[in-house]
């Protein structure tokens, strides 16, 4: 059975593991991201180090990234959090530096592929997917591949426009991600908030905070209903740490249901997922995409 070397290239961090292509990790690392492209390719080729050495022959080197990434050329583009990892190919990069062959995908079309090759959506054909964080990013399925788009901004749904109450203008990841349930409360209290603290005090009574999070819903629900209606896919997944909730999809499909009852047309009801795989996502995404790429998996 092949094994492949993945490597989830993050803000903070680069994650490892080993990979055989039925989708099992083993031997999880995890280093502190490095201040320069040698560090990085350091770390790397310790990893590999370390793999070899316990007798496993490696098939090739599967990466997620953050980033605009080029999956045909191997460059990642634009700007990201780690700005020594663009301008050059990492496909050239990691066949002269670590002697396999590499490909290279973006790190929320990794965790698309997660769920499409391993996770909820195996059965799935076209599928949105949805990452809620301090943004909204996300994915594109069509027909069990990425769709990409023209300049590489398939997916990202935090661009769309929504027009607010007061009559301005935001886009989604202002309107329906975490950060902006944060930003809601310090406006309104002039205190210090996070996501963790705004939901436990919802939970003990605090009408603002249950306004704040209600508000977050409906505008999250109101995204939903475009991409189901300009995308129309068999599901809308869900990744980031606030899908983790229980009711995190009922409550979407509540603000869903509301704001179809105020509509005078017929209108999709959606079927939505939260993500099966979490920290390992992006690990096991990269897995499906060099084998997808390389023509071992449909």
């Known amino acids: 059975m092949d094994t492949y070397l993945c490597f989830d290239i993050g803000g903070s961090s680069l994650k490892c593991a080993a990979a055989d292509e039925e989708g099992r990790l083993f031997h999880t690392r995890s280093y502190p991201m490095s201040a320069d492209i040698e560090g990085l390719l350091a770390y790397m080729k310790a990893y590999k180090k370390d793999i070899t050495m316990q007798g496993v022959t490696l098939s090739g080197v599967a990466i997620s990234s953050c980033g605009a990434v080029n999956c045909d050329s191997g460059v990642i583009g634009g700007s990201s959090a780690v700005p020594f990892i663009h301008g050059f190919s990492w496909k050239e990069r990691i066949q002269r530096e670590l002697g396999l062959c590499c490909e290279i995908e973006n790190d929320a079309n990794c965790a698309a592929l997660s769920e499409l090759f391993y996770g909820k959506a195996k059965n799935i054909q076209d599928m949105a997917f949805l990452v809620i964080g301090t943004g909204v990013g996300g994915a594109i399925v069509r027909n069990r591949n990425i769709c990409h788009g023209a300049h590489r901004y398939g997916g990202e749904f935090g661009m769309m426009l929504v027009k607010q109450p007061d009559g301005s203008v935001q886009n989604f990841s202002l309107c329906a991600s ?28 605090n009408e603002l905070c249950s306004k704040v999070i209600q508000t977050f819903y409906e505008e999250l629900a109101f995204g939903v209903f475009n991409v189901q209606h300009m995308l129309d896919p068999e599901m809308i997944l869900f990744g980031g740490a606030i899908s983790a909730r229980r009711d995190f999809t009922q409550r979407i499909m509540e603000a869903y249901e509301k704001l179809q009852k105020g509509l005078d047309f017929a209108t999709l009801t959606p079927r939505l997922e939260c993500c099966t795989y979490r920290q390992d996502a992006n690990l096991l995404g990269a897995l499906a995409h060099y084998r997808q790429r390389r023509g071992l998996a449909e």
């Open 178 to 205: 975490t950060s902006s349930m944060v930003r809601k409360m310090e406006a309104l209290t002039a205190e210090e908030w996070n996501g963790v603290r705004i939901f436990e005090e919802a939970q003990q009574g």
